[in-house]
């Protein structure tokens, strides 16, 4: 059989992008690894950009990402395959989107917080990962869990900034 991820080429724009950059094909945990990867391109996109630089990336990466992610996942005719990891980015961004910091305790934090939010898939998350398919299924779970994960940020933040 097969290996998926050998249907892909890092020569390929769109498979470069699905795949972190290479991230995602870590042997070991490709959705922490491809979460990690997504970090100096947010330290870069908040140094350079700012929060409106930020939110552009958020809501175009989330925009292509259906795109990048249901070509990848066609390609490897495999759906939301873990070597997919574009969707890590968008979401790990949007974790970050209401505390943009280049302070490495809040994105430490926030890190923590989207991969928890990530990998339990509470409600509606798991829903959402059982029910809908396609790039929209591939992107949406990681959104929602960015959301979550932004809104747990915001609060420790908020009520807790001794932590931080």
């Not at 249907?7 to 992008?17: D, W």
């Not at 829903?127 to 609060?155: E, F, N, Q, R, T």
Request: hydrophobic letters at 55%; a negative charge; aromatic letters at 12%.
């Amino acid at each position: 059989m097969t290996d998926p991820k050998h249907r892909l080429s890092l020569s390929n724009p769109i498979h470069l992008l699905a795949l972190g950059f290479g991230g995602g094909l870590s042997p070991i945990m490709p959705g922490t690894v491809g979460t990690l990867v997504a970090i100096p391109f947010y330290w870069a996109l908040v140094t350079f950009g700012g929060v409106v630089g930020l939110w552009i990336a958020i809501i175009v990466g989330g925009i292509a990402g259906i795109a990048i992610c249901g070509r990848a996942s066609k390609d490897m005719q495999v759906h939301d395959h873990g070597a997919i990891v574009w969707d890590e980015f968008v979401g790990f961004w949007l974790t970050m989107a209401l505390v943009p910091t280049t302070d490495w305790k809040t994105v430490l934090a926030g890190f923590i917080l989207f991969r928890l939010f990530d990998m339990a898939k509470p409600w509606p998350i798991s829903w959402l990962d059982k029910h809908v398919h396609g790039g929209i299924g591939i992107m949406v779970d990681d959104i929602l869990a960015g959301v979550m994960a932004m809104l747990s940020l915001w609060l420790l933040t908020t009520y807790m900034p001794t932590l931080f």
